[in-house]
C-alpha cells in the first residue's frame, strides 16, 4: 500500500534520506510530495508545509524543478524570520520564574493573547480579557490554554484523567522514569504533578511540542519547540542538545517516548521523525542494546493500524480506548463511556500492559494480552480480532474474521456492508466529496460544508497558481476510509 492509497488521495510523500535541499516555510523543511495517477504514473512533485493541511495556515507552495528567484527566496526569508516567536526559551522561562514569584493578585494571564502577563505588560494588555491564575493553575498550562481548535493543522485534544492516569502509572509500573513527551503537554503536566505528591519516584519530562504557547511555562531542559513532521527543532542545536543529554539514560532511568499527533496527520513522516529520535537513543547507549529501538508509544485511530505497522512494523495495536476531554465525538459521557476509536501503538511487549478490568478489559490467557470485552478470542483465527471495539465475526468463506455489519457477498467473494457498491472495485464508486461509498456527489450531505484533506487543498490552490491536468483534481478529491474517517474526527460537527 502507499501513502496514496490510504491517507493522501493520490499524493504521496517522498522522503529523501539526509536530503537538505527542501526549501523552508516557518514549519521548517517543507515535504516534497508527488501527484500518483491511476495508472501509476508520477507526477510532478512539489514541495509543501510538513505541519499544516490547510493553504490558510502555510501557504508555501513550490515545484520541485521551479525556480525560485532571489527576491521571492528573500521574501520567504523575511516571512519565516517574522512568524519565529519573539523571545528565546530561556527568556521565556525567566519570565515564568518572575511570575510564579509574584504575589496571587498580581498574576493576571491574558486570555486575548495567551500569555502570562508581568506587571509590565499589563497596560499594553489592559484593554484584553484577562484572568487571575492560581498557583495550582499555573502547574496546568492545558487548562489555563485555550486548546487550539484549528480543525485541520492543529487541533489539541486534550487526555481525560482518567487516560492520563493510566499512560502515567502504567509507563511507571514498567520502570519508565523518564518520558518524552512528543504533542502530549497534558502528560508532560501530569508527570510533574505526580511528582509533587511525593510518593513515589520522581520521573522526568521533555515536552516537545510546535505549540509554543507551552515555552512559557517550562524550562529549557521541559520544553523544546519541535515539529514532529520534519523533525524540525525551531532552535536549531540547542534543542538538539535539550533532547540528547534527555534521551541518555544515566543512571539506569530508562526512557520512552509517548506521541499522540493531530489525526489528519500523515503516518510516513511521522513514522520517519519517531525513528530519528529513535536513531538519536541508540547512538548514546551501550553497545548491548545498540540493535535495540527505543520504547514508544504512538496514540492514533484504529484504523490507521496497516499503515503504521506498514511504517514500523515493530509495533503493534493495544485495545485500549485513549479518551479526551474536549473531543464530543468520544469523551467519557456521565452517561456511560461512549467508545473511543483512539489506541495505543507500541514497541513494547503487549504483555507488559495491564487494562482496568473495571473499565471493561479482560485478560485473554491465549494471546496473553488484555483486550477489550467485547473482543473475543476465535479458535479459528487464533486471535482476538476485533480493531473497533466491537465483536466481530468469524466468515469461513473468507476464512477470517470481519466486522459484524458485514456480510459475505458472493459476487464480490469477500465480506462487505450489506448494501456495497456490488460488483465494483472499491475506489471507483461513491461521492467525490466526502469519500462515501454511499452516495453520489450530489447528494453528499457534506458538501459545501467544508473541506477537509491537506493534499486536497494543496492540490486546489496550487492549481491556482500553475494549472493542473484536471484529473489529478479529481483524483484528489477522492478520499479512502482512513481518510474519511480522521475527517469525521477532526470535524465532530458535522
Ligand atoms: N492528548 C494530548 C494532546 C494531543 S493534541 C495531551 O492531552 O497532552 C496534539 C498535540 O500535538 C498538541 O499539543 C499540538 O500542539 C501538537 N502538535 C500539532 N502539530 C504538531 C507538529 N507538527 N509538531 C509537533 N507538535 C504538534
Ligand atoms: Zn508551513
Ligand atoms: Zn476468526
Ligand atoms: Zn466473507
Ligand atoms: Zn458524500
Known amino acids: ?35 500518483v495517477s491511476k495508472g501509476g504514473e508520477k507526477g510532478r512533485r512539489f ?8 493553504r490558510k495556515d502555510c501557504k508555501f507552495f513550490q515545484w520541485e524543478d521551479e525556480k525560485v528567484s532571489e527576491a521571492r527566496l528573500l521574501a520567504r526569508e523575511s516571512e519565516n524570520q517574522s512568524k519565529r516567536p519573539l523571545l528565546t526559551q530561556q527568556e521565556s522561562y525567566c519570565r515564568f520564574k518572575k511570575f510564579a514569584s509574584l504575589p496571587l493578585d498580581e498574576k493576571k494571564f491574558c486570555q486575548d493573547c495567551q500569555i502570562l502577563l508581568l506587571p509590565g505588560d499589563r497596560e499594553a494588555h489592559s484593554s484584553h480579557r484577562s484572568t487571575a491564575v492560581t ?14 481548535d484549528n480543525k485541520k493543522s492543529n487541533a489539541q485534544y486534550l487526555f481525560t484523567d482518567r487516560s492520563s492516569r493510566f499512560l502515567l502509572d502504567t509507563l511507571a509500573g514498567l520502570g519508565y522514569r523518564k518520558v518524552l513527551c512528543v504533542g502530549t503537554p497534558r502528560l508532560q503536566e501530569v508527570i510533574k504533578l505526580r511528582n509533587l505528591e511525593q510518593k513515589h519516584e520522581p520521573m522526568k519530562s521533555l515536552l516537545l511540542d510546535i505549540d509554543f504557547r507551552y515555552a512559557q511555562f517550562y524550562s529549557q531542559d521541559e520544553f523544546c519547540h519541535y515539529n514532529m513532521f520534519n523533525h524540525h527543532f525551531f532552535d536549531g542545536e540547542a534543542s538538539r542538545a535539550v533532547l540528547q543529554a534527555f534521551l541518555a ?57 496497516p499503515r503504521i505497522l506498514e511504517c514500523l512494523p515493530s509495533f503493534t495495536m493495544l485495545d485500549y480506548q485513549v479518551d479526551y476531554d474536549n473531543h464530543p465525538l468520544y469523551k ?41 470485552s467485547l473482543n473475543k478470542h476465535c479458535a479459528k483465527c487464533n486471535v482476538c480480532p476485533s480493531k473497533d471495539g466491537r465483536e466481530w465475526k468469524h466468515c469461513a468463506a473468507c476464512e477470517k474474521c470481519v466486522k459484524p455489519s458485514w456480510r459475505h457477498c458472493q459476487s464480490c467473494g469477500r ?31 457534506l458538501k459545501d460544508t467544508h473541506r477537509v484533506g491537506r493534499h486536497r487543498s494543496s ?14 483534481k479529481a483524483k484528489a478529491r477522492r478520499k479512502s476510509g482512513a481518510a474519511r ?3 469525521k474526527m477532526a470535524a465532530p460537527s458535522v
Open 459 to 472: 492540490a486546489k490552490s496550487g492549481g491556482k497558481r500553475v494549472s493542473r491536468p484536471s484529473a489529478l
Open 332 to 372: 467519557h459521557g456521565k452517561t456511560g463511556r461512549k467508545q473511543s476509536p483512539v489506541r495505543l501503538f507500541t514497541n513494547i511487549s503487549p504483555r507488559g500492559f495491564v487494562l482496568p478490568k473495571e473499565e471493561g478489559y479482560r485478560f485473554c490467557s491465549v494471546c496473553e494480552r488484555f483486550v477489550w
Open 47 to 54: 514541495y509543501a508545509c510538513s505541519a499544516c493541511r490547510d
Open 135 to 148: 498557583a495550582a493553575q499555573l502547574r496546568r498550562p492545558s487548562v489555563l490554554l485555550r486548546p487550539l
Open 485 to 487: 474517517r480522521a475527517k
Open 249 to 305: 539514560e544515566c543512571d539506569g532511568q530508562k526512557v520512552v517516548m509517548v506521541a499522540d499527533p493531530p489525526f489528519g496527520g500523515l503516518v510516513k513522516p511521522l513514522a520517519n521523525s519517531f525513528s530519528l529520535i529513535s536513531q538519536t537513543w541508540r547512538k548514546l547507549q551501550s553497545s548491548d542494546s545498540s540493535n535495540s529501538d527505543m520504547p514508544m508509544m504512538w496514540i492514533f485511530p484504529y484504523f490507521f493500524e
Open 415 to 445: 465480506c462487505a456492508l450489506p448494501d456495497h457498491p456490488c460488483g465494483h472495485a472499491q475506489g471507483t464508486q461513491g461521492c467525490f466529496s466526502c469519500g462515501s461509498l454511499e452516495h453520489k456527489r450530489k447528494a453528499c450531505p
Open 1 to 35: 500500500m502507499t501513502e496514496a492509497s490510504d491517507d493522501s488521495f493520490g499524493i504521496e510523500v517522498i522522503l529523501l534520506v539526509g536530503d537538505e535541499t527542501a526549501p523552508c516555510c516557518p514549519h521548517g523543511p517543507t515535504l516534497l510530495f508527488e501527484k
